[in-house]
């Protein structure tokens, strides 16, 4: 069991490590980011002023070096735009967007997981086929396009509806919408097959044999069993928290981390760009440890097996 | 001495019939096929060339005799640059999903090759891949190289290349214990012989099935990008530009946003009925 959890810790780290070096050689090599802030028409003693300002101007083994001490201390830039601290840019943009995505998520729970247990539970009934369309739905339309369809109906057709912005709750409904639905849709669809799979075991027929109440067969045997993979899918959307948003922001024009993401790309703002990805990456390696942690009360094969 | 068959160690897939195909399918392989004419002859289907602008003729509605999608607001032709779109977009989608097999394969094979450390290696990077959002990943590599068409295929076929990688290597670990693999070897052929023409050939179904599954959502992929502005550059412009252009007229004017909706929603669907029949068909062993 300790074992296990050290090697998923391990991971973990290494995930974390890949990502800053990831973010490191995407950044620094892509092009002289003091030549692109300043333009190349600025003289070229600005231009030394500003590499000695942000060390541009040591050896890059040694920017990688530093670079790793500075996230470690939590510095993480300025942005290059308007000179404000990079992180905290970002952290005023963190309740907006949790604002839209973890309301989103309840809809996802409260709507997905009974869904594709009930069509899983009553195969080949008229739900079940109409949970497999939705999922199939939810799989093929782009969330723009499921937005932005949102808009014409709700706010262009019917005006119930503002059509973007953050003004009031109400213009959070159709983001929240169109990002709970898409989910809603993909969670029925693992879920269903995760319940599926197991229904198909032998230990719930011997449970039946035995002469358990079908009731309780579901509830004590099957669901154990099948949230396994529907806590990974879970704990995928969990970390999706904060960068699941992006697009649907967008759409919306809802001043969220995924705006913030998409502006400070277009205006090539270093600074910003690699808090985001750090804090994304952050978010998914915490929520996947939590999830193999979870695992492992889950699961008692894995207390005592190898992680492989 | 009396003449014993050998046992057949594989036993010969039945072939689809095209008798048993149901409508549904029929249906996604008649669009697919459809997607796939008008992107190969963009150039003479077009009414209209893909800038030329009909001034007199400004958000026209669709279903008249000379642009039966319409125009948008500047007088383009919807029914042309749809098609032109259609074209980018396929041409992205089919690049990306070849890289990315290429290389998944590859890395898979390597990875069962070698064992070890090479292996370790191959496998930490498939989880880094699988664990983070590749929007967030794709975003960054193009906030600084910028988007240059050859770039945004690349990048595109980095998304997927782990399932391919994991498949591969898993399949290549068990065929390389069959008799097939041990006989090629004693034979002296070479590491790269016997995995691209022995092996290959042999788990060859389930990568296409994986295939059939990863197109959609690359399709998907660049139709995003391309919507947040940061994907396909005017004066090309490819099915999600459209979308993202259209939001602009989306009151008085939605069918300028609603065609490449529609048709992107259409050959998404298409694939994904393919990939599942398919799937059906070749390897039930894949999920």
Request: no cysteine; aromatic share 0%.
């Given at each position: 069991m300790l074992r296990y959890f050290a090697i998923r810790f391990a991971r973990a780290l290494i995930t974390i490590a890949l990502v800053v070096t990831f973010a490191f050689v995407v950044l620094r090599l892509s092009g002289d980011p003091a030549l692109i802030i300043?333009?190349?028409?600025?003289p070229p003693e600005v231009i030394a002023a500003f590499r000695k300002a942000w060390g541009l101007d040591e050896p890059i083994w040694r920017q990688y070096i530093d670079y790793f001490g500075a996230i470690a201390r939590g510095e993480l830039g300025r942005s290059m735009r308007d000179g404000r601290p990079a992180i905290a840019l970002v952290a005023e943009r963190i309740p907006a967007t949790l604002a839209l995505t973890l309301p989103a998520l309840l809809i996802k729970l409260c709507l997905g997981v009974p869904a594709g247990m009930y069509a899983a539970l009553h195969r080949g009934s008229l739900i079940d086929r109409a949970v497999m369309v939705a999922a199939v739905a939810g799989f093929t339309v782009p969330s723009f396009v499921l937005g932005l369809t949102l808009v014409l109906i709700f706010a262009v057709q019917l005006g119930w509806l503002p059509s973007g912005g953050q003004d009031t709750w109400r213009h959070a409904i159709l983001p929240i919408v169109t990002l709970g639905i898409g989910g809603a849709a993909v969670l029925a669809r693992f879920t269903r097959s995760a319940m599926l799979e197991v229904l198909g075991q032998p230990y719930i027929r011997t449970a039946s044999a035995k002469g358990i109440p079908w009731r309780a067969v579901v509830t004590g045997h099957a669901l154990p069993n099948a949230a396994i993979p529907t806590v990974t899918i879970i704990g995928f959307m969990v970390g999706t928290l904060i960068a699941g948003a992006v697009v649907v922001e967008s759409v919306f024009s809802w001043p969220g981390v995924g705006r913030l993401l998409v502006v400070a790309v277009a205006n090539r703002d270093l600074a910003v760009v690699q808090c985001i990805l750090l804090l994304v990456a952050a978010t998914m390696v915490a929520s996947n440890l939590t999830v193999d942690f979870l695992y492992g009360l889950l699961d008692p094969r894995l207390r005592g097996a190898r992680a492989h | 001495m009396a003449d014993i068959p050998l046992p057949r160690t594989r036993v010969a897939r039945k072939l689809p019939l095209i008798?048993?195909?149901?409508p549904f399918v029929a249906l996604a392989i008649a669009w697919v096929v459809a997607m796939l004419v008008v992107a190969l002859f963009a150039d003479w289907l077009a009414p209209y060339g893909l800038t030329r602008m009909d001034l007199r003729n400004r958000l026209a509605l669709p279903g008249n005799a000379e642009h039966w999608l319409g125009t948008d607001e500047l007088g383009r032709d919807v029914l042309s640059r749809l098609i032109f779109s259609v074209r980018i977009s396929l041409l992205i989608a089919f690049g990306a999903t070849a890289i990315s097999a290429v290389l998944g394969t590859t890395l898979g094979f390597l990875a069962a090759h070698f064992r070890g450390f090479v292996e370790q290696i191959v496998l930490t990077l498939a989880d880094f891949q699988a664990s983070m959002p590749f929007l967030i990943l794709a975003l960054a590599v193009l906030a600084f190289f910028g988007n240059a068409l050859p770039l945004l295929v690349c990048l595109i076929g980095l998304y997927g290349w782990e399932r391919y990688a994991r498949i591969a290597r898993g399949l290549a670990i068990a065929a390389s214990a069959q008799g097939y693999a041990a006989a090629i070897r004693q034979l002296g052929a070479t590491p790269a012989r016997i995995y691209f023409r022995h092996i290959l050939p042999n788990i060859a179904s389930t990568l296409i099935v994986s295939m059939t599954l990863v197109f959609p959502e690359v399709i998907l992929l660049e139709s995003g990008l391309s919507f947040l502005g940061l994907g396909v550059q005017p004066p090309m412009s490819s099915l999600g530009n459209m979308v993202s252009y259209g939001r602009e007229y989306i009151s008085r004017a939605p069918w300028i946003m609603l065609a490449p909706a529609v048709t992107i929603i259409c050959t998404t669907l298409a694939v994904s009925v393919i990939g599942d029949w398919l799937r059906d068909r070749l390897d039930p062993t894949l999920k």
């Open positions: 300043m333009g190349p028409e600025a | 008798g048993d195909i149901s």
